[in-house]
């Protein structure tokens, strides 16, 4: 028997595919046949997206695929209820109001501070998680929120406490690249790690204080965030 001129099929599963392999002497071509699963919570989807505003500008490509959490706390409610049902392969266009998305922008968590509070080092753009924020600080800042740093005065921050999409209605054009069923670990956390355009803060690093605000436990850095994108 020629082995260069036999052709041997065989159906494997890959990453929740099932796919056919034609196997000969020469090597092997793959078909993607179907999904195994759909998509229902709890699971964990393999996402690339396109993300524009309602003008059709730009803000955010993500090429390569990303694991998220659906059942938890990793995509936005619309996202979810919009995926459910769908398989590897689909392709979603959706469309976000502020109220689904970011919120509405709200102007009452915008707050200037004396800039002698933060760090010398301290650039527009720069993050902040509000439990690391000066006790000094004139204003009652709430301390769940991640405030951006949006304006530098010789004398003043102007700290932003809006999500940086907040009061802009989205466009997002999603693809499905693989579905898997999630671990228990998963399950329990409820995510795999990262939100969906949500800010993650890093580790805290020391920064210079003076004395008075080192005893007033504002020694703690200000932590630095990703964008509100993933990359």
Not at 118 to 144: N, Y
Not at 155 to 178: F, Q, S, T, Y
Not at 194 to 210: K, R, S, T, Y
Request: glycine share 6%; net charge negative.
């Amino acid at each position: 028997m020629d082995w260069h001129h036999c052709v041997v099929p065989v159906i494997v599963l890959v990453r929740d595919h099932f796919c056919i392999d034609f196997i000969n002497g020469n090597g092997f071509n793959r078909f993607f046949i179907f999904s195994s699963m759909n998509i229902s919570a709890p699971c964990v989807v393999e996402l690339t997206w396109t993300l524009t505003d309602t003008l059709n500008e730009e803000l955010d490509v993500l090429s390569e695929p990303i694991e998220f959490f659906v059942g938890g706390h990793d995509l936005l409610g619309k996202i979810e209820e919009a995926l459910m049902g769908h398989e590897v392969g689909d392709e979603l266009a959706l469309h976000l109001e502020p109220e689904e998305a970011f919120g509405d922008y709200d102007e009452h968590k915008v707050f200037l501070e004396s800039r002698d509070l933060f760090p010398k080092e301290t650039e527009e753009g720069m993050t902040f998680d509000g439990s690391t924020l000066p006790k000094k600080m004139s204003s009652q800042a709430p301390v769940e929120l991640i405030y951006t740093v949006t304006d530098l005065y010789p004398e003043h921050v102007v700290l932003d406490g809006n999500h940086p999409l907040a009061g802009i209605a989205l466009r997002l054009l999603l693809k499905i690249h693989a579905i898997r069923e999630a671990s228990e670990d998963e399950i329990a956390q409820g995510s795999m790690g990262i939100g969906f355009f949500q800010p993650v803060a890093h580790d805290n690093e020391a920064f210079d204080a003076d004395d008075d605000d080192m005893e007033d436990g504002a020694s703690q850095a200000p932590r630095q965030s990703q964008p509100p994108f993933l990359h």
